[in-house]
């Protein structure tokens, strides 16, 4: 069941965001910054009211996504990222986006061996910023899209 409504332009919107977003994370990385962005659409929360459709989400501004500023953005989605869109436009949730609708990178973790003093591996954490949680839950569990009906 989608809980966003699915078009050919709201994939391939979703898609390249994914991608120009968090490529570099891997494709658990983009099914969460995916699910963020799903979220906006069906949240109703004060940050995202004026938000109806996955165009509305991307290009939100102020408070949109900096990939769209970028000219990575602007290239043609590939049908991997494609499916990838699809499968959070459809409702498939990722921990611990879930019910996010923020995300930052934040600074690089680096892994120091306590005896040597050695780095021995580092972490690019991106953190997951959660708000009206509450909401986002009640609507899944209703199965419902936001001003519309399935």
């Known amino acids: ?20 977003e968090a490529e570099g994370e891997g494709q658990l990385g983009m099914l969460m910054v995916g699910n963020v962005g799903v979220n906006r659409v069906i949240s109703n929360c004060l940050d995202f009211k004026g938000i109806r459709s996955i165009r509305d989400m991307v290009f939100q501004s102020p408070g949109g996504f900096e990939a769209t500023q970028k000219g990575y953005f602007y290239q043609r989605a590939r049908d991997i990222d494609k499916n990838l869109a699809q499968r959070v436009m459809n409702g498939q949730r990722f921990h611990p986006a879930t019910n996010a609708l923020w995300f930052f990178k934040q600074k690089e973790i680096v892994l120091r061996n306590g005896m040597t003093n050695g780095i021995v591996g580092a972490l690019n954490l991106t953190a997951f910023m959660h708000r009206y949680n509450l ?9 419902k899209l936001r001003g519309g009906n399935n």
């Open 1 to 20: 069941m989608a809980v966003v409504p699915i078009t050919d332009e709201g994939t391939d919107l979703l898609a390249r965001l994914i991608r120009a």
């Open 135 to 143: 909401f986002v839950q009640q609507f899944f569990k209703k199965g």
